[in-house]
């Protein structure tokens, strides 16, 4: 680095070095030995190819879900159930690292049986105390993400690859609000650049805990529910990565789900905006706004399937590459209920509005989509046990009616916005069936309307028979279908490289 740049450009990673690229894999990916072998492949790929892992990994599989039931059984003084699930969970964390690293287990072997004598007490405490508080609940989940970065820290040294625990709580620095703490992202930056920039200096691949940081006086907080993606972006960000991978198993963003539609084509490349409509409508792959610390710097995420290394998976940029299809992606959204709640005219119109939407913000009820008159709105909201409250409240100020098992199909592109025929296109093809309420979100890129629950596999088919038979071949891969996926593992790879890991996944890389 030249001397006299300034103090910001001296905590970027050193221009010398090589792309850094931030590996994120979730539950699956290291939910056994075979899977974290699979993993530590896929990552020694990217390194044989010059790159610089940083890796963040997830709990392995359904562990949060058990530290949680525990935390719930100690709660209500069923300590036997409580020890009985911590007993089985640290049965698989010996025996998922004896198959690792074999002889070598004394080590790992005891931090293991440190943490879960550790898990044990605080769940007795809970039990003994009667009382579970945010903070515990944080303290008790934070112990799948703990255990695993350390168990897969330790297969990679078995298999000679130097590499680092680096306990993440370190790092991610965090307001106190626990179960979905706010990451400090200037202290984040300085304390990556602190303990897990040098290790990269010295070729080793650091492993940290996705999920999991502290507050700044030490206490252990968490990201919430699946947020080690979160994790993997504020890392990437914090050290400027080339890239970030979220590795899941799935072969990416699909232009439908290809359960419905065996035709669904892989989507290549999307904006971060498409990739926020279609997982807010329904589709699971990742929850983008725990990828914007990435994509505020323009750091490209790409999703892509450890059970399929060489496919390339879908890239998410901050702007939507050029495409000369309309439409990216249709998504559905079974299990919906629709209101219809009509004014009894004893408030005045905004009074009656307001006093509507307190109804559901009063039940934390989040509403899909709206649709109004002078008089009445429509709304429609997931299939929940509060919904006689909610009915019951807004008949005081209302007549309400109800549609249960209603579905939303929502179609997601860049290009809806003024796009001339869409909307005849898009009714066209679902002519034979009842649209409930049509709506186009403000941002110009979705386009959505409720149908009835049954009518949801005919509509997405049509549909994307509509939108996706001239697909673009920039944008879409013609060749992974639904369909072809199976085929496509078994078949030669498409693209030769000798670490086994597709190589168009660095286009993006500086
Ligand atoms: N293990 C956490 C969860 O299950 C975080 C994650 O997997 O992303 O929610
Ligand atoms: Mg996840």
Request: aromatic share 4%; with cysteine; glycine share 8%.
């Amino acid at each position: 680095m030249v001397e006299g740049s300034s103090a910001g450009d001296q905590r970027k990673p050193k221009s010398s070095g090589a792309p850094i690229v931030v590996m994120k894999f979730g539950g699956t990916s290291v939910q056994d030995a075979a899977a974290i072998h699979r993993t530590i492949s896929i990552v020694k790929g990217r390194r044989d190819r010059g790159l610089r892992p940083v890796v963040v990994v997830s709990a392995m599989a359904k562990v949060t879900d058990q530290l949680l039931l525990a935390a719930e059984a100690a709660a209500v003084n069923d300590t036997q159930q409580a020890m009985e699930i911590s007993r089985s969970l640290r049965e698989r964390h010996l025996g998922t690292a004896a198959d690792l690293v074999g002889r070598n287990i004394q080590a790992v072997a005891k931090v293991i049986h440190e943490n879960f004598d550790k898990l044990e007490d605080i769940l007795r405490g809970v039990a003994a105390v009667g009382e579970l508080t945010k903070r515990t609940i944080d303290l008790i989940s934070s112990y799948g993400e703990r255990l695993s970065s350390r168990i897969v820290a330790d297969a990679f040294e078995h298999r000679g690859i130097r590499s680092a625990h680096v306990d993440a709580r370190t790092c991610i620095i965090t307001n106190s609000h626990h179960g979905r703490a706010v990451p400090q992202t200037e202290l984040i930056g300085a304390r990556l650049h602190e303990h897990v920039l040098p290790l990269l200096e010295v070729s080793a691949i650091p492993i940290l805990g996705g999920f999991i940081g502290s507050a700044a006086n030490g206490i252990t907080t968490t990201l919430g529910r699946g947020g080690s993606d979160f994790t993997a972006a504020l890392v990437g960000s914090g050290l400027n990565a080339g890239a970030i991978e979220i590795w899941t198993d799935v072969n990416g963003i699909m232009t439908t789900d290809p359960r419905i539609c065996p035709d669904a084509l892989r989507v290549r490349a999307l904006s971060f905006e498409e990739a926020a409509e279609l997982a807010y409508f329904g589709a699971k792959v990742l929850h983008p706004s725990t990828i914007l610390p990435a994509v505020k710097k323009d750091i490209p995420v790409w999703v892509l399937n450890s059970h399929n290394p060489l496919n390339e998976g879908t890239k998410i940029t901050a702007f939507a590459p050029r495409s000369s299809s309309p439409l990216k992606s249709i998504s559905a959204k079974k299990h919906l209920t629709i209101i219809h709640i009509v004014s009894s005219r004893m408030l005045m119109s905004h009074k009656f509005l307001r006093a509507s939407f307190e109804v559901f913000d009063r039940y934390a009820c989040a509403v899909n989509m709206v649709s109004t008159s002078e008089v009445s709105i429509s709304v429609s909201i997931d299939a929940t046990d509060e919904l006689p409250g909610i009915i019951a409240d807004l008949s005081q100020i209302a007549t309400v009616r109800t549609e249960e098992r209603k579905a939303l199909i929502c179609l997601v592109g860049e290009n809806i916005q003024g796009h001339k025929g869409l909307s005849e296109r898009v009714f066209s093809a679902v002519r034979e069936i009842n649209l409930d309420m049509i709506s186009q979100g403000a941002n110009g890129i979705n386009m959505s309307f409720m149908i009835d629950g049954t009518a949801v596999e005919g509509a997405v088919r049509s549909l994307h028979r509509e939108f996706f038979a001239d697909p673009d071949p920039a944008i879409f891969d013609l060749a992974n279908t639904g369909k072809a996926v199976a085929s496509a593992v078994l078949s030669k790879p498409r693209i030769a490289d000798p670490s086994g890991v597709a190589k168009p996944a660095f286009a993006g890389v500086p």
